[in-house]
Every structure is written in C-alpha cells, then in structure tokens.
C-alpha cells in the first residue's frame, strides 16, 4: 500500500508540473500575464533574481510594478483584470484595469493552483482532497458536480478543465460555448487542454494535439506534426500557437494575430500567453518578453522593436516543494535564494505505457491437480480489484483523518475564513524553521489567528439605569466655562466646539457648544448632529463610551455636557507636539497601546451588537478616542452616527460622512454604510497606536514629502514581514511577549481596513484578537489597568 500511494503522490505532482505549462486566452498561471480589453494591453511578468518576486507591468511604453515587496507564485489575466497568486498559494490579489489590487481569496490551509481568467472569469483549482474549482466574479459560475480536476483553462465567458479520468468538462456563463466544447471532446481522452475565444484544443494521451470548437479562421486547423511535438499552448479569440517540446520554438495558426513576425520565428520559448489577437513570448535567451500578431501595436518610441522593456522574467515559479522532473538551471540565483524553480516535466512522460506483448499460453493443468488454479482472468480481475481497493482504503483513511480534523463529520465545518492575516508561515520575507532558527512562538500565533478570528465576549454595558440627563441652562454653562474663554478650548467635535468647565456643584465636565451661525443650512445641521449625539448617548451606557451629562437648548443654542476626560484624545498623546518629544509618556508602552485598543473596540463593538437598534458610529478617529483620569478609553463624539440596520442587509445614507484619512474607501465611494465602516476607522486607529504617525501625513522619507495616507504606508510594509521598521520609535523596541502581541494587533488592523467590506472582520472578532494579544504581554509596562468587564 505504502508503494502504492507514493506512486499516485508521485503521479499527481508529475501531473501538476506539466499542467501548468499550458496557458489560453488571458491565461492560465504561469510567470508571464497579459490583460486586454482597453486600449492599450498590459503585459506583466515576475521578476527574477530579486529578493521578491515581484510583479512588474508593461503599458502604453511604461514600465511600473503592481507591488514592490511582496512575492508572487503565478499570474494570470484576462479582459481587463489581472491576478497574482502569492507565494505559497493562500492569497490571490487582483487588479482591474485602474490598477487598483484587491484580494478576493485568502486561506492558508486550502491553497490554490492553476489558476485560469478568461474573458469574464477568475477560477482556480484548491489543493482539498477533492480538487474542487472556486471562481470569482459575478457572472462566475462552477461544475453542479463534483468533479476532481488535475487542470483548468478559460476562455470566453467559459472555463474547461481536465478530471483526474482524462474527460473534458465545460462549465461558465457561456453555456453554449461550454457545451459545445466538452461535447466535442467527449470522445477524447486529454492529458491536457487550453481554450480561447470559443475553440479549445488539447493534446490526447497518444500525444498528438486535436483542436475543437468555432473554426471561422481555421483556428481548428493544426498543422501535420509528430506525437509529443507540442509542449505548451496559447489560444486566442481566433488563433492559436503551440511551443515545440525539442527546440522550444513557436508555431501559430489562423487568423487575426497568429501570424509570427519573421524575427520571432527563430527566438526560443520559454513560455507562451495569449491576447485575443495577439501572443507575447518569454524568450529563452534572456528571459525577455516579446509580443506579436495583428492585433500587437509596437510602442511609438521604438517602432522597429518587439521586446519589451521589462527585466528579465522568471521562467518559471520559484516553490519550496520537491522538484519531480529536476531543477531548472541557475535556480538559486533566478529565485534569490528563495526556493526552486522545477524543470518541466516532458510531457511523453505522463503518456499511457505501452502495453507488453502477452506472455505465452499457460500449460493445461494435471489431470487431477491437487487445488484449481485460478484462471488468468480471474487472477488480473483480482489483482485489478486489490489496487481498486488499495486506493480506496488509503482515500477513506484519508478522508476520515479530514473530516475529524477539520470537525465537518461533527457539524464544525471550516470555511474560508476573510479574517485570516495575509501573512503566514509562507511569508517568503518570514524566517523558515531550521536548525538554527525553529519556528518562533510568534510563527504559532499566526498559525493559530489564521484559523480564524475566535468569536470572544466582549465588555457588558453597564446594566444599572443612570439618572435621568439635566437640563442647563446658557447661563449656567457660559458661567462654567469663564464665558467660553479661549484657554478653556480643548478640542471640536462634530457640531462644535469643546471647552472645560466646572458646575457649581464643583463637578469638572466637557461642554460641546455648537457653532453660531446666521445660515439656515448650518443651522440645520448643527440641529441634526446635536439631535444624534442627545438621543443616541441618552440611552447608551457602557464603560467605554463617554458619558453624557445633560444638555443645553436655548434659542439657536445647542450644547451637550459629558464626563470630563482628564487625558484628553488619544490623537493628541500620538500626535501633538507637546508630547511628541515626551519619553516618559504612560502611552509609550506597547501594553498600554493594546489596551487603549481594546477599550476603543469594546466600545463600539456594544454599538454594533448591544444597542438596540444597532449604531453606526461614522466618525471613528483617534481625536474620538478619550482617556479618562484612570487612562480607560471612550469613544466619543455621536454627532455623524446613524442607526444601523437589523441584519447584515447594505444601509445606504444619503451622502457619505466621516474623515479624510479614516473614511471607509468603500463608503466613500459606493455610498454604502455598514458596521464595517467603523471597523475601517478603527484599523487606522490601530495602524496609529503602532507607527506613531498620523492617517495623512508628510515625511521627506516617505513618498518623497509628498502627503500620503498611512494604510499606504503600513500595510504594504506589515504584509511584507516588516513590521519592525514602522513601529513607533518612543516605544521602544517590543520585548519578547510584547512583540508577539504587537504582531497581532498589526495582523488585526491590515483586515480591518481591506479595500472591501465583507473582508473586514465584525468587531466582535476584533475584541477576541485584541484580548488575546493582551494576555500575551508581560507585566513589565503599562501596569494601570482598564478592568475586565
């Protein structure tokens, strides 16, 4: 049994290795992408030898990179978009034609392979046990059966796949085309298939390459060639191209871009991708890229040329897996030292054997044998249903060990969990275990957090009924506040201004006075937002919130009293420059940022959950954040909030709110508000706790002076395994525990302010990660403590 399975391990990464060499319209993943669709193509390619692999784009004769430090395993692209999959194969990040990135997948234990885009979807093979196929985009659509794919292929509007059995199946919302593609092939066993526009051709297991499907510009038309010659295929709207297995070179067919110029004819291929009218090449020479056909439009500064200004290109992916077929020449310095490039594997070596001459007859037995021998039927039938039986029992054994870890047998299904860290053990800038360097306990908290944000309790509102809000009068709170003298100014909210003041009955309060104004419109809205703080903070009581006091409405007087908070916002204590300089600040410990964190979340996490109906805050900044006499964080300021919806349904204002630097991108730009908004605000927050820095700010050593906002600055950097070179330098450098806690709170604050909402985790999530990094600090700093709850 043992040799057995190591024979089917050995089969599919034989299997693995080769599929990934054929690459169709858009493409299948390989290092080389092109993206169509607009006026101008990008082509894009991953950089050999540098310490990432990074992905660098070619457009309109510029050159620029989609990202800088972060590597990637395979590209791929389609009509206006194009992907990446990062190193190890637990992220994919795409790009639309603004060049904007996205990550539409994240999980570190399903990885992904073989991604295909065609025109107007995003698929990809998982490494589960079943080999499912996920696709993305809204018209994406996936196999109704369960079907065990070893590779995939897109084209327009359609994907293709082979099964482990070597049949064809077609799915997508281009069913027609679908169907008439895997119902051409249903008589043909592949080991292979690419697809363009609405032809698809595949090599079969005898090895010769047969073409199906739409043959207007006898795109369907291969050419007489010998079993095995092709190796890798590129198809698009109306042609096709295949690369010869023995010199590598390049041969196209059919109409409206396969024509090869005459140069090209002669260069060595590593690689092939395909346009709609047009295919670009990586070059065997010098890992250049090239590009041909009708639709191909030379830049305008070098009209003679067709290479493209790119640097040298990786042949292939740089991995940390075994190499079946060997490594590639020059490996080690091609992939920086990072992993392996593996040799392709020849594509004769997954044909079917040939099948040995039938041994001679078997002599008649003795008359009266002592036992009946069995006969040679019945002996292969046997032997045939023990190997049957074998792979059964190793595929059972196998799925029983899955379902009990993963706890779907007992109802405790995992999911894709959109929380999970970007980075994990598959960092390539993360340190790998060996003997001198075993995985570090900060290496198991991010095991652990990439299973999932585990749902925690959060801090309980305080249950007592507080005394009904006073009433003052202007007089009153003018006396309080020395006539609203300007040295008792100390801050603005949402409506107003913010003094200090002192009751007659000595009580120490802040006073929010609404600004004075002839308009009606700003009248009007200091009236809404001196409404939205009363009724709101009327009715809401938790520790971690601020409290209101009373209230002042005379004539256009509007004014609201609070608590005082004696440490005022925490966005002075990062910010200031008063305190700037400040070394012995209580808030330059690493302990006391965290709790002052989880202070904020537990807040507005009874918000979202606790107030009935739920409230969305709108305006989470660190100037909302205030530190009472004992350091206790309270969000305040309920000037923008709105009430929320009762379920998880999109709530639409009626313009968007907020502040620049800490507004939801998502809101900003679809007017669409959900709890997910404040969870953006709050990753800022916490991006602040960690660098020091303001969400928009300047620096000569950044961006050239130029402003820039701070989740452009951090995440790129945090995702890159760098957190260390922007952790705000009053703290210190964090101790042992301290630095594992510091760690998850950045892995925290990078989810919370992805681009989308829906991979923003609930602040319940939040709370849970925030106590847990908490717990993992030492008693060395920040001992004033918030209390539990």
């Given at each position: 049994m043992?040799?057995?399975?190591?024979?089917?391990?050995?089969?599919?990464?034989?299997?693995?290795?080769?599929?990934?060499?054929?690459?169709?319209?858009g493409?299948?993943?390989?290092?080389?992408?092109?993206?169509?669709g607009?006026?101008?193509?990008?082509?894009?390619?991953?950089?050999?030898?540098?310490?990432?692999?990074?992905?660098?784009?070619?457009?309109?004769?510029?050159?620029?990179?989609?990202?800088?430090?972060?590597?990637?395993?395979?590209?791929?692209?389609?009509?206006?978009?194009?992907?990446?999959?990062?190193?190890?194969?637990?992220?994919?990040?795409?790009w639309?034609?603004?060049?904007?990135?996205?990550?539409?997948?994240?999980?570190?234990?399903?990885?992904?392979?073989?991604?295909?885009?065609?025109?107007?979807?995003?698929?990809?093979?998982?490494?589960?046990?079943?080999?499912?196929?996920?696709?993305?985009?809204?018209?994406?659509?996936?196999?109704?059966?369960?079907?065990?794919?070893?590779?995939?292929?897109?084209?327009?509007?359609?994907?293709?796949?082979?099964?482990?059995?070597?049949?064809?199946?077609?799915?997508?919302?281009?069913?027609?085309?679908?169907?008439?593609?895997?119902?051409?092939?249903?008589?043909?066993?592949?080991?292979?298939?690419a697809?363009?526009?609405?032809?698809?051709?595949?090599?079969?297991?005898?090895?010769?390459?047969?073409?199906?499907?739409?043959?207007?510009?006898?795109q369907?038309?291969?050419?007489?060639?010998?079993?095995?010659?092709?190796?890798?295929?590129?198809?698009?709207a109306?042609?096709?191209?295949?690369?010869?297995?023995?010199?590598?070179?390049?041969?196209?067919w059919?109409?409206?871009?396969?024509?090869?110029?005459?140069?090209?004819?002669?260069?060595?291929?590593?690689?092939?991708v395909?346009?709609?009218?047009?295919?670009?090449?990586?070059?065997?020479?010098?890992f250049?890229?090239?590009?041909?056909?009708?639709?191909?439009?030379?830049?305008?500064?070098?009209?003679?040329?067709?290479?493209?200004?790119?640097k040298?290109?990786?042949?292939?992916?740089?991995?940390?897996s075994?190499?079946?077929?060997?490594?590639?020449?020059?490996?080690?310095?091609?992939?920086?030292?990072?992993?392996?490039?593996?040799r392709?594997?020849?594509?004769?070596t997954?044909?079917?054997?040939?099948?040995?001459?039938?041994?001679?007859?078997?002599?008649?037995?003795?008359?009266n044998?002592?036992?009946?021998?069995?006969?040679?039927?019945?002996?292969?039938?046997?032997?045939?249903?023990a190997?049957?039986?074998?792979?059964?029992?190793?595929?059972?054994?196998?799925?029983?060990?899955?379902?009990?870890w993963?706890?779907?047998?007992?109802?405790?299904?995992?999911?894709?969990?959109s929380?999970?860290?970007?980075?994990?053990?598959?960092?390539?800038?993360?340190?790998?275990?060996?003997?001198?360097?075993?995985?570090?306990?900060?290496?198991?908290?991010?095991?652990?957090?990439?299973?999932?944000?585990?749902?925690?309790?959060?801090?309980?509102?305080?249950?007592?009924?507080?005394?009904?809000?006073?009433?003052?009068?202007?007089?009153?709170?003018?006396?309080?506040?020395?006539?609203?003298?300007?040295?008792n100014?100390?801050?603005?909210?949402?409506?107003?201004?913010?003094?200090?003041?002192?009751?007659?009955?000595?009580?120490?309060?802040?006073?929010?006075?609404?600004?004075?104004?002839?308009?009606?419109?700003?009248?009007?809205?200091?009236?809404?937002?001196?409404?939205?703080?009363?009724?709101f903070?009327?009715?809401?009581?938790?520790?971690?919130?601020?409290?209101l006091?009373?209230?002042?409405?005379?004539?256009?007087?509007?004014?609201?009293?609070?608590?005082?908070?004696?440490?005022?916002?925490?966005?002075?204590?990062?910010?200031?420059?008063?305190?700037?300089?400040?070394?012995?600040?209580?808030?330059?410990?690493?302990k006391?940022?965290?709790?002052?964190?989880?202070?904020?979340?537990?807040?507005?996490?009874?918000?979202?959950?606790?107030?009935?109906?739920?409230?969305?805050?709108?305006?989470?900044?660190?100037?909302?954040?205030?530190?009472?006499?004992?350091?206790?964080?309270?969000?305040?300021?309920?000037?923008?909030?709105?009430?929320?919806?009762?379920?998880?349904?999109?709530?639409?204002?009626?313009?968007?709110?907020?502040?620049?630097?800490?507004?939801?991108?998502?809101?900003?730009?679809?007017?669409?508000?959900?709890?997910?908004s404040?969870?953006?605000?709050?990753g800022?927050?916490?991006?602040?706790?960690?660098?020091?820095?303001?969400?928009i700010?300047?620096?000569?050593e950044?961006?050239?002076?130029?402003?820039?906002?701070l989740?452009d600055?951090?995440?790129?950097?945090?995702?890159?395994g760098?957190?260390?070179?922007?952790?705000?330098?009053?703290?210190?450098?964090?101790?042992?525990?301290?630095a594992?806690?510091?760690?998850?709170?950045?892995?925290?604050?990078?989810?919370?302010?992805?681009?989308?909402?829906?991979?923003?985790?609930?602040?319940?999530?939040?709370?849970?990660?925030?106590?847990?990094?908490?717990?993992?600090?030492?008693?060395?700093?920040?001992?004033?403590?918030?209390g539990?709850d």
């Amino acid at each position: 049994m043992t040799t057995l399975l190591n024979a089917v391990i050995f089969v599919a990464a034989l299997l693995s290795s080769v599929i990934s060499l054929v690459n169709a319209l858009g493409g299948s993943a390989t290092t080389v992408s092109v993206t169509y669709g607009g006026a101008t193509p990008t082509v894009c390619g991953i950089v050999a030898g540098q310490p990432s692999q990074r992905i660098q784009c070619w457009r309109n004769g510029t050159v620029f990179n989609a990202f800088y430090n972060i590597s990637f395993e395979s590209i791929a692209g389609g009509r206006d978009v194009f992907c990446g999959v990062r190193s190890g194969g637990s992220t994919l990040v795409c790009w639309d034609s603004s060049l904007i990135p996205k990550r539409i997948y994240y999980n570190e234990t399903v990885l992904l392979r073989n991604l295909a885009i065609g025109d107007s979807q995003i698929c990809a093979i998982t490494n589960s046990s079943d080999q499912n196929v996920d696709c993305w985009r809204s018209n994406a659509a996936i196999p109704s059966q369960n079907h065990q794919f070893r590779s995939i292929s897109s084209g327009l509007g359609f994907t293709c796949g082979v099964t482990n059995t070597s049949e064809i199946i077609c799915f997508g919302s281009n069913s027609a085309s679908a169907s008439n593609i895997q119902g051409n092939f249903t008589n043909f066993r592949l080991l292979t298939i690419a697809v363009g526009g609405d032809h698809a051709c595949g090599v079969n297991t005898t090895g010769f390459l047969i073409c199906r499907g739409n043959n207007d510009y006898n795109q369907t038309n291969v050419p007489d060639h010998s079993p095995f010659e092709f190796s890798s295929l590129a198809l698009g709207a109306n042609h096709t191209c295949a690369l010869r297995r023995l010199d590598n070179s390049v041969v196209c067919w059919g109409g409206r871009g396969g024509a090869l110029d005459n140069d090209t004819a002669r260069v060595s291929f590593e690689t092939i991708v395909a346009g709609l009218d047009f295919t670009c090449g990586l070059t065997t020479n010098n890992f250049s890229v090239i590009c041909w056909g009708e639709g191909w439009v030379r830049s305008n500064s070098n009209p003679l040329g067709f290479e493209l200004p790119l640097k040298g290109i990786l042949p292939g992916p740089c991995v940390q897996s075994d190499c079946i077929c060997g490594i590639y020449p020059q490996s080690e310095q091609l992939c920086s030292a990072y992993g392996s490039i593996c040799r392709p594997c020849d594509i004769t070596t997954w044909a079917p054997p040939i099948p040995a001459p039938p041994p001679p007859p078997i002599p008649a037995p003795p008359a009266n044998p002592p036992r009946s021998p069995r006969s040679k039927r019945l002996t292969r039938g046997l032997l045939a249903f023990a190997i049957v039986g074998s792979v059964g029992a190793v595929a059972g054994i196998c799925t029983i060990i899955y379902c009990v870890w993963t706890g779907v047998c007992f109802g405790n299904k995992k999911i894709h969990n959109s929380v999970q860290p970007t980075i994990t053990n598959t960092n390539p800038y993360a340190p790998r275990p060996s003997a001198n360097n075993p995985i570090s306990r900060s290496s198991t908290i991010r095991r652990q957090f990439s299973r999932g944000f585990r749902r925690q309790r959060s801090g309980t509102s305080s249950k007592q009924a507080t005394d009904k809000e006073e009433e003052f009068t202007f007089a009153d709170l003018a006396l309080a506040t020395n006539n609203f003298a300007l040295e008792n100014k100390i801050g603005a909210g949402s409506f107003g201004i913010v003094y200090r003041g002192k009751l007659l009955d000595g009580r120490e309060v802040a006073i929010k006075r609404g600004e004075t104004s002839d308009k009606i419109k700003k009248f009007q809205e200091k009236e809404s937002a001196f409404d939205s703080e009363l009724v709101f903070l009327s009715r809401l009581h938790h520790k971690h919130l601020v409290k209101l006091v009373g209230y002042c409405q005379e004539r256009e007087e509007r004014l609201l009293v609070y608590d005082y908070m004696k440490n005022g916002a925490l966005y002075d204590h990062l910010h200031d420059k008063n305190n700037v300089e400040k070394s012995n600040s209580l808030l330059n410990s690493w302990k006391m940022r965290i709790r002052i964190a989880l202070d904020a979340a537990r807040g507005i996490e009874y918000l979202h959950n606790y107030a009935v109906p739920p409230i969305i805050h709108r305006d989470i900044k660190s100037s909302n954040i205030l530190l009472d006499s004992n350091w206790v964080a309270r969000v305040s300021d309920f000037g923008l909030s709105l009430m929320g919806p009762v379920s998880d349904r999109e709530y639409r204002p009626t313009k968007a709110a907020g502040t620049v630097g800490y507004i939801d991108p998502e809101y900003y730009g679809l007017n669409v508000l959900t709890a997910k908004s404040d969870v953006y605000g709050l990753g800022v927050v916490l991006l602040e706790l960690l660098t020091g820095r303001r969400a928009i700010f300047k620096s000569s050593e950044v961006n050239g002076g130029a402003p820039i906002s701070l989740v452009d600055y951090a995440v790129p950097i945090i995702m890159a395994g760098e957190l260390a070179k922007i952790l705000d330098k009053r703290v210190g450098p964090p101790e042992v525990n301290e630095a594992e806690a510091v760690e998850l709170m950045a892995y925290t604050a990078i989810h919370c302010v992805n681009a989308e909402g829906s991979y923003r985790p609930s602040m319940t999530d939040i709370v849970g990660n925030l106590e847990r990094a908490l717990g993992l600090c030492s008693d060395s700093h920040g001992s004033i403590s918030s209390g539990s709850d």
